[in-house]
């Protein structure tokens, strides 16, 4: 069983800082490409930024220069640095992830989400 644990959300002022976090845990051989999403209420579901197993980063053009997407492969953990915050960005976070559980069987999983508020 593949589980993905997204933590790190909170409150924050405009301008402030957070960085959230996602662990695999689980039965895994390797991890392909890993995202993160979010959803504001009301409002459909934003890829926010994509980083690749060789390390390759793409982005919103919402979050380009404030938001960082990292990876730790020794411990099947995905972060994104979030910087210079905005009102906008407060949303539900969820991280998902491309996961071989053996070489030959490759399968796609969510996470339940962390929730950012940006607020003052």
Same mark, same amino acid.
């Given at each position: ?8 959300? *909170?409150?924050?002022?405009?301008? *402030? ?22 959803? $504001? ?7 926010? $930024? ?14 380009? *220069? ?55």
């Amino acid at each position: 069983q593949v589980r993905l644990v997204e933590s790190g959300g *909170g409150l924050v002022q405009p301008g *402030g800082s957070l960085r959230l976090s996602c662990a695999a845990s689980g039965r895994i051989f390797s991890i392909n490409d890993m995202r993160w999403y979010r959803q $504001a209420p009301g409002k459909q579901r934003e890829l926010v $930024a994509t980083i690749t197993n060789g390390g390759t980063t793409n982005y919103a053009d919402s979050v380009k *220069g404030r938001f960082t997407i990292s990876r730790d492969n020794a411990k099947n953990t995905v972060y994104l640095q979030m910087n210079s915050l905005k009102p906008e960005d407060t949303a539900a976070y969820y991280c998902d992830a491309d996961i071989l559980r053996t070489p030959y069987s490759r399968m796609h999983y969510w996470g339940k989400g962390t929730l950012v508020t940006v607020s003052s």
